[in-house]
């Protein structure tokens, strides 16, 4: 089975903060994805990367960025953290290819006060 | 647009009802995939549907692709408390990659 592993479950931090969040995979997935997901928005896409070093914006880059050094590595980075971060934060990955399924991590709940 | 549109937003039922959530939207995709995500876990993949007037079953659930590919939905039969959840549909955008936009989701709460 594939694994998608984020490194904290719950996660608080103050405004102003750099925050990290980590996410690893063990199935040599090309194509890895972090989501924020709010009540009543559904998941929406900060960043993909579909190759080490490579990273695309998604629809709500603002205030986030990421780092790819290694295939089975995504990490999300917020560079100033501010309230309205606060969110359920979901890594993916998946194998390149049309159609092919999204693996998920448990999510990291993060609170920025 | 590639909204997806789903409903209803909430269903909160008795164990053994039976029940229907739709996923829309005004363009034709390629192929839908549904996920559920149980509380504190991330979605997880159900099903994917490819072909116009598809239906897919999965023990109790039973999936529909529409025959113009503009919509879809997911009937359970006999609704377990295992069925709570928040259930997503998701398209792939054009451009590759891989990537989704997801609906917003019906969370079903199944009561014994």
């Known amino acids: 089975d594939v694994k998608v592993t984020q490194s904290s479950r719950y996660l608080v931090k103050r405004t102003g903060e750099k925050v990290f969040l980590e996410c690893v995979q063990d199935m040599d997935h090309e194509n890895m994805f972090w989501y924020r997901q709010d009540p009543g928005l559904g998941l929406r896409l900060i960043y993909f990367s579909y190759d080490v070093k490579m990273k695309e914006k998604g629809d709500i880059p603002e205030g986030y960025s990421v780092s790819r050094e290694k295939k089975e590595r995504f990490s999300l980075i917020l560079e100033s953290a501010s309230t309205n971060q606060t969110s359920m934060y979901l890594c993916a990955s998946s194998k390149q290819g049309a159609e092919q399924p999204q693996h998920f991590g448990d999510g990291t709940r993060l609170s920025i006060l | 647009t590639q909204l997806l549109e789903q409903s209803p937003q909430f269903l909160s039922i008795q164990e053994g009802e039976n029940l229907t959530v739709y996923c829309n939207s005004s363009?034709?995709?390629?192929?839908l995939q549904w996920y559920r995500q149980e509380p504190g876990e991330g979605p997880v993949l159900l099903v994917t549907v490819v072909t116009g007037g598809e239906v897919k079953k999965l023990k109790r659930l039973t999936f529909q692709f529409g025959d113009a590919r503009k919509d879809s939905s997911l009937h359970i039969t006999a609704a377990q408390p295992g069925d709570t959840g928040l259930y997503l549909c998701a398209r792939h955008t054009s451009g590759g990659y891989n990537k989704l936009i997801f609906g917003a989701g019906t969370r079903l709460a199944v009561h014994p």
């Open positions: 363009s034709v995709f390629s192929s």
